[in-house]
């Protein structure tokens, strides 16, 4: 087959895997389907049989050897967490003097979350506190 035929047989494998869910199967076929047109371009395999034999050994080669990273290292960045919990442990600048038992407000990554502190005295405002836990919206700081 001409070179061209694998190329585009390989650039449609790769735009399918945009729409066919199915954890990078397809993909790992055309990129075997661009590896054969770029070795039948330059003339390493010329007939139908060898392309055909190099596209299977590259297809299996590339599911077996670099599907598995990939999907765990998406896994793993899913995984890693955007939610408030996140929160803990960051610093805080108190926006306004928070007593003790009392609510304040305070800058966090760029937004105004409300506080409070189980600290003894009362905190004043610019203080810096580091975030101890967060029970729905409210951040529970302890000076820093």
Known sequence: MAWWVWATAGLLLLGAEL??????????LGVAALGVSGAAATGLVATTSAQLLLFSVLAVVAMFGLRGPLVARLRRTQDMGVGVETLVGEMAVLLSP???GDMAKVELR????????EHGEPLPAGRRCRVQRVEGLVLWVRPE
């Open 19 to 28: 729409f066919v869910p199915v954890d990078f199967f397809v993909f790992f």
């Open 110 to 117: 760029g937004t105004t979350w409300s506080a409070r502190s």
């Open 98 to 100: 928070l007593a003790p």
